[in-house]
T-cell receptor
């Protein structure tokens, strides 16, 4: 079966760095997405990785290892507004998105 | 950039009635749109894939006669919840695959979402 695993909840301090991990097992792979979702709102796109390595975009970076079926989202200089759920999703061989359950990130002052 | 608009944002309907939610791609043609449902504190659940000019492909467990999807044009897909019941109350989100002509076919753009409350 297809499976995406990510931690249910994480807590971090304002100004710090947090890494949210995602492991996946899917039938085929056409890229991995990270989305941010604030409560009651639709997800917003953060990053897309299809090749191994680190993609940096401002305070957010995303890493992919296809051989390990592993990705992480790295958030630096955390701000209170970063409190949200972070969703990992993999595009499978049919270009269907398989979604993780999301990681709720709580930022404390 | 590519934008997807969803309407209405909020809707309250009486049990037993039907409600339609629209999803529009504003500045690009979307041959494929997706409909999701999200219950509070849960992840997105794909309901169906909507393909322009053909029947939608429903995920297992989703009643196609209850959740009618129509993708009549390249910029509009609609989801109609028929004979709605309180348990259908949820957050419904549509998304569209980005335009291949711009190399964005691997980018998924989301609508704002629609909160449905059935009373």
């Amino acid at each position: 079966g297809q499976n995406i695993d990510q931690p249910t909840e994480m807590t971090a301090t304002e100004g710090a760095i947090v890494q949210i991990n995602c492991t996946y097992q899917t039938s085929g792979f056409n890229g991995l997405f990270w989305y941010q979702q604030h409560a009651g709102e639709a997800p917003t796109f953060l990053s897309y990785n299809v090749l191994d390595g680190l993609e940096e975009k401002g305070r957010f970076s995303s890493f992919l290892s296809r051989s390990k079926g592993y990705s992480y989202l790295l958030l630096k200089e955390l701000q209170m507004k970063d409190s949200a759920s972070y969703l990992c999703a993999v595009s499978d061989s049919n270009y269907q998105l398989i979604w993780g359950a999301g990681t709720k990130l709580i930022i404390k002052p | 950039g590519a934008v997807v608009s969803q309407h209405p944002s909020w809707v309250i309907c009486k049990s037993g009635t039907s409600v339609k939610i629209e999803c529009r791609s504003l500045d690009f043609q979307a041959t494929t749109m997706f409909w999701y449902r999200q219950f509070p504190k849960q992840s997105l659940m794909l309901m169906a894939t909507s393909n322009e000019g053909s029947k939608a492909t429903y995920e297992q467990g989703v009643e196609k006669d209850k959740f009618l999807i129509n993708h009549a044009s390249l910029t509009l897909s609609t989801l109609t919840v028929t004979s709605a019941h309180p348990e259908d109350s949820s957050f419904y989100i549509c998304s569209a695959r980005g335009p291949g002509s711009l190399g964005l076919e691997n980018t998924i753009y989301f609508g704002e979402g629609s909160w449905l409350t059935v009373v």
